[in-house]
């Protein structure tokens, strides 16, 4: 925006208004015809600059996609890159290095408690088994509410158990 000079006049960037006075102005009466006609040739020789250069554009972005079709390159191998350069470039940020650590410590965290409750599981189904053979018949064991909640319980443990190692080996391989 043009600055007005110092003195009484404002130093400040025409504003809204102030630009549209001065764009409604009639300036052409303070010129000379010499003027006027310098003024002319001038904006002839920009329009034709600003012509002559969107052909010089056009003509390279016509080059630009012959060399990308002789390449093989196409919209959907660009889109990629520029994706796994994105990609490339989020991993590469402190804070994705951070946040990465952190979720890979809650993961062996996690592991370890999951192996604390299977070691603890093993243990009760030895207990158990010592305990069925020490007591009443399998059959009479296996039909008792205790017993059917209890394997209720395990097989649902041990579906989630599964679950969960199937994920961390898929995100371990998917990291390598």
Known sequence: LPILPKGLLETE??????????????????????EKEELKAE????????????QVLSAKERHLVEIKQKLGMNLMNELKQN???SWHDVQTTTAYKKTQ???????????????????AISKKF????YSIRHSISMPAMRNSPTFKSFEERVETTVTSLKVFFRRRRYEEAKEE
Not at 18 to 24: K, P
Not at 105 to 112: V, Y
């Open 126 to 129: 030895g207990d158990m088994s």
């Open 43 to 54: 904006l002839v020789q920009l329009e034709d600059e600003i012509t002559t250069l969107r």
């Open 83 to 85: 994706f796994s350069r």
């Open 101 to 119: 650590e952190t979720l890979s410590h809650a993961g062996q965290k996690a592991t370890a408690a999951f192996s604390n409750v299977g070691t």
């Open 13 to 34: 960037p025409l504003q809204g208004r102030d630009e549209d006075t001065v764009a409604s102005a009639d300036f052409s009466s303070m010129l000379s015809e010499e």
